[in-house]
């Protein structure tokens, strides 16, 4: 298969309702989208998964633009590859900047998949035709507006709710949630807001039968959340300290975390992912699939990884309407009233690009065309 032609665009989506975390407020999202060709024409679509500003990672919108434009679009135009699995290795020389890469390669695995008329979920590997869905609740302006939001999807079916958390929305909130939903699955996701200083916080939340406590010290620092998961019970799932198998076999060999959050763009790709998916797996910690208020060409990617054996866990895959008033992929992403989202057998990613929609979102846009 031949990369003939790569497109990345710019598309502005503003939220149904703001999205908060410990780093901040998101009401519009900024999207990447990379279209790849090949010779024949076929396309395949991936989605750039970095935020609008540099918090969650140092990428960033304009930072993945940038190492697209100036390398990984010239890397990767032009070149014949056997298989998508190859894609990642086209783009070694170029360190980090994995959602940016993860764009590219996730396109590839859609084009192949399209060009082989078989969906990317079964060209991955995956083992399940439905995938179990959580929603990840940002943080509210008020504790009864989280309570309001939960009891909704709770009532939609959803099997896991998360809730963020950081200083000063945290133990509270979490009681007051506890004691109106004695019996749901719960979890709580820190983005990084807490240090060791933090223990006897966590030792509180204990007293919560909280499926996981995510990420809750520094982004970059295994070491640490080995140390407080010594002295919690609560299992640790990192997300922001993941970013490739190595540092999930590592953060697994430390005791750094009981669980992994695999996020498509954080580890550059369905390559990397299906690593991790594997390392996790033959040492027994489950894996699943977080969101990055992903549009349908992203989600649909994370529908795909998430059939694989080791995504054992509910992840933050919901419907699209929880996020946009109108998709950009038809059909858009929705979930049974069991909490769980059918996998489409269809060619690629199973839902059919709204060419015409992506079109009148775009602000900005740029094609590479391999030198004849
Ligand atoms: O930490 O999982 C996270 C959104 C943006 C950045 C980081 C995170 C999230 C979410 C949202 O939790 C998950 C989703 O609904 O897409
Ligand atoms: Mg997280």
Redesign the pocket.
């Known amino acids: 298969m031949k990369i003939a032609h790569i497109e990345i665009r710019e598309i502005r989506l503003p939220l149904v309702h703001f999205?908060e975390?410990s780093f901040g407020r998101t009401t519009e999202r900024r999207i990447l989208l990379a279209r790849v060709r090949d010779a024949d024409g076929a396309e395949g679509w991936g989605e750039c998964t970095a935020?609008e500003g540099p918090f969650?990672s140092e990428e960033w919108i304009e930072s993945a633009w940038t190492v697209i434009e100036t390398y990984l679009a010239p890397m990767t135009v032009g070149r014949e590859v056997e298989s998508a699995a190859q894609v990642w290795d086209l783009m070694r020389a170029v360190r980090g900047n994995r959602m940016a890469k993860a764009a590219i390669e996730t396109a590839c695995w859609d084009l192949e998949a399209r060009r082989q008329g078989v969906p990317v979920w079964k060209l991955l590997g995956g083992a399940r035709s439905e995938i179990a869905s959580g929603v990840?609740i940002g943080i509210q302006d008020s504790p009864e507006a989280l309570l309001e939001k939960i009891e909704r999807e709770v009532t939609a079916g959803y099997k896991r709710i998360k809730i963020k958390i950081k200083p000063g929305w945290d133990v509270k909130i979490v009681e007051r949630v506890r004691a109106s939903f004695p019996d749901i699955r719960l979890s709580v996701?820190a983005?990084s807001a807490y240090t060791l200083a933090d223990v006897p916080l966590f030792k509180q939340l204990d007293g919560f039968d909280l499926m996981m406590a995510e990420q809750p010290l520094a982004y970059d620092d295994m070491v640490n959340h080995a140390a407080l998961q010594r002295q919690i019970e609560t299992p640790i799932c990192l997300?922001e300290s993941i970013r490739s198998a190595e540092d999930a076999r590592k953060a697994i060999e430390m005791g750094a975390c009981k669980i992994i959050?695999v996020k498509l763009g954080r580890v550059g790709g369905h390559s990397e992912a299906r690593r991790v998916e594997r390392v996790s797996r033959e040492r027994g910690i489950p894996v699943w699939c977080?969101?990055?208020?992903?549009s349908g060409v992203g989600r649909a990617h994370n529908i795909a990884m998430s059939t694989l054996e080791g995504f054992t866990l509910p992840g933050?895959v919901?419907a699209s309407a929880r996020y946009w008033e109108e998709e950009i992929v038809e059909p858009p992403i929705t979930v049974s009233p069991r909490g769980t989202i059918r996998v489409s057998d269809e060619p690629g990613l199973g839902v059919e690009i709204k060419h015409k929609r992506i079109d009148d979102l775009t602000v900005r846009r740029e094609s590479f065309t391999a030198a004849p």
Do not use: A, K, P
Not at 290 to 294: A, D, P, Q, T, V
């Open positions: 999205f975390t935020g969650y990840s996701d983005n997300d959050n977080g969101g990055m208020l992903e933050d919901s």
